[in-house]
Every structure is written in C-alpha cells, then in structure tokens.
C-alpha cells in the first residue's frame, strides 16, 4: 500500500520560507508521477509543483513560479517543495500526490492523483 506522509508545515511571516518534505513509503519515485497540491477551506485545489510520470518534467503553476522549488531524492524516497518570499495568499493546507500515469503537465492540471498524502498546514501571517 502506497502511502505518503508530509512535514515542515508551520507558521512563517511574509517574505519567510518553508521546506516541505513529502516521504513515499510502498512505492519508488521512479517513473511515478508525484506533487505538490494545495487548498484552502471552500477554495479548490491548486497543482502548484510537480515532477510528470515518464520522461520526467518538472511543471509549476504561475502563482509560484520563480518562488517554490520542487525538488526529489530518489534514494530516500522524497520530495521537497523549498517555499520562498511566502505572502499571505499562500495560506493552505499542503498535500503531496502520487499517480503512475500523469504525464507532462497533466501532473499540474489533472489532479487525479491515485494517492495523497494527510495534508501540512501553511500559515503566513504577520
């Protein structure tokens, strides 16, 4: 059984940074589809970072682009989402996604992941 766990959610002040880490337990990153999600009560889900299944690429939507980094460690199963210059409109509940058949930047449109992981708080606030 394929299960993701998230950490390094918190509470930062505008213009701080987070690193999240996302771990796979029962499955390897390789050729896996894996992501960032994120969403707010009432608002729906936002893809934001993503590594496509296949040949890889790496996918951002444009509201943190030049800001987040997504980042992996195939050895240790891991994920990593750097979050930079944070503002208060990035306030979410955080989830790492997992899916073997999201290619190319249907990993950041289509979230139709198969696996998700329990979600970290983000809180930017002054």
């Known amino acids: 059984q394929v299960q993701l766990v998230e950490s390094g959610g918190g509470v930062v002040q505008p213009g701080g940074s987070l690193k999240l880490s996302c771990v796979v337990f029962g499955s390897t990153l390789d050729h896996n589809a894996i992501g960032w999600v994120r969403q707010a009560p009432g608002k729906e889900r936002e893809g934001i970072a993503c590594f496509s299944a296949g040949p890889t690429s790496v996918n951002y939507a444009d509201s943190v682009k030049g800001r987040f980094t997504i980042t992996r460690d195939d050895a240790r199963n891991t994920v990593y989402l750097q979050m930079n210059s944070l503002n208060v409109g990035d306030t979410d509940v955080y989830y790492c996604?997992?899916?073997?058949?999201?290619?190319?930047?249907?990993?950041?449109?289509?979230?139709?992941?198969?696996?998700w992981g329990q979600g970290t708080q983000v809180t930017v606030s002054s």
């Open positions: 996604a997992a899916d073997r058949g999201l290619y190319g930047s249907s990993c950041l449109q289509d979230l139709r992941y198969d696996y």
